[in-house]
C-alpha cells in the first residue's frame, strides 16, 4: 500500500543552521507530494507542494523536490530561525484523494 | 476568509459517554474531511463527503462512531461509547474538490483534542 517514511526526530539545531527532513514515499503512479507544518496548538498548514517528478515546492525559505528516481520529498531550509519549530508532515495524495501521512517530524531551533 | 472552524478545542469526557464534535468548512469548499491524529502520529482520515454524500468512510469506525453533513455545509462526528483509545485529535479539513484538493492540498482546522478518562 501506499506509505510515507520520515525521518525520526526531534531535530534539534541552532538557528541560522542548514535543515534537511528527509522524506521517502511507496506509492503506485505518480502522487502528489506535500510538507505541512504543525506549530503548537494549531492545526496543519500546507508548507509546499510538488504535483510531478522534477518539481520543486518553495515557501518561506523552505524548499523540495519531488524525486521519483529515489522517491524522496526531502525538505531543506538554508538557515532555520527559532519561529520555525513546529512539526513537519511530509505526505502524499493517492488515486482516491485521500491524504496519507508520515509520522512528522519535530523540530527544535535554539536561539 | 474564515479558516475552517472546529469546536470545542478540548474535551475530557469518561469513557463509555458519548461526544461530537463539529466543523465549519470554508465557505464554498464542497469536500470535507475527518481526519484521527494520534499522539507522536500523523493524521489519519476517518471519512471524506463531497457534498453531503460519504464517498469514502472505510476507516470510519461504523460500531460506535458516526458522521454527517447535513446541506453539504457544516458537519457533525460523533463518537458513542467513547473508549480510552479514542483519545486523539480530531482534525476536519476542506477543499473545493478532490482534485482541487490533489492540486493544492487541503485547509485543515485547529483541531478537538479528546481526552477519554
Known amino acids: 500500500g501506499n506509505s510515507v517514511t520520515q525521518m525520526e526526530g526531534p531535530v534539534t539545531l541552532s538557528e541560522e543552521a542548514f535543515l534537511t527532513i528527509n522524506c521517502t514515499y511507496t506509492a503506485t503512479g505518480y502522487p502528489s507530494l506535500f510538507w505541512y507544518v504543525q506549530y503548537p496548538g494549531e492545526g496543519l498548514q500546507l508548507l509546499l507542494k510538488a504535483t510531478k517528478a522534477d518539481d520543486k515546492g518553495s515557501n518561506k525559505g523552505f524548499e523540495a523536490t519531488y524525486r521519483k528516481e529515489t522517491t524522496s520529498f526531502h525538505l531543506e531550509k538554508g538557515s532555520v530561525q527559532v519561529s520555525d519549530s513546529a512539526v513537519y508532515f511530509c505526505?502524499?495524495?493517492?488515486?482516491?484523494?485521500?491524504?496519507?501521512f508520515g509520522s512528522g517530524t519535530r523540530l527544535l531551533v535554539r536561539p | 476568509e474564515a479558516g475552517v472552524v472546529q469546536s470545542p478545542r478540548y474535551k475530557i469526557i469518561e469513557k463509555k459517554q458519548p461526544v461530537a464534535f463539529w466543523c465549519n468548512p470554508i465557505?464554498?469548499?464542497?469536500?470535507l474531511y475527518w481526519y484521527r491524529q494520534n499522539l507522536g502520529q500523523g493524521p489519519e482520515l476517518l471519512i471524506r463527503y463531497e457534498n453531503e454524500e460519504a464517498v469514502d468512510d472505510s476507516q470510519l469506525p461504523k460500531d460506535r462512531f458516526s458522521a454527517e453533513r447535513l446541506k453539504g455545509v457544516d458537519s457533525t462526528l460523533k463518537i458513542q461509547p467513547a473508549e480510552l483509545g479514542d483519545s486523539a485529535v480530531y482534525l476536519c479539513?476542506?477543499?473545493?474538490?478532490?482534485?482541487?484538493?490533489?492540486?493544492?492540498?487541503?485547509?485543515f482546522g485547529s483541531g478537538t483534542r479528546l481526552t477519554v478518562v
Open positions: 465557505s464554498g469548499h464542497n469536500t
Open positions: 505526505a502524499l495524495m493517492d488515486s482516491s484523494y485521500k491524504l496519507i
Open positions: 479539513a476542506s477543499s473545493w474538490g478532490p482534485n482541487r484538493g490533489g492540486d493544492y492540498g487541503y485547509t
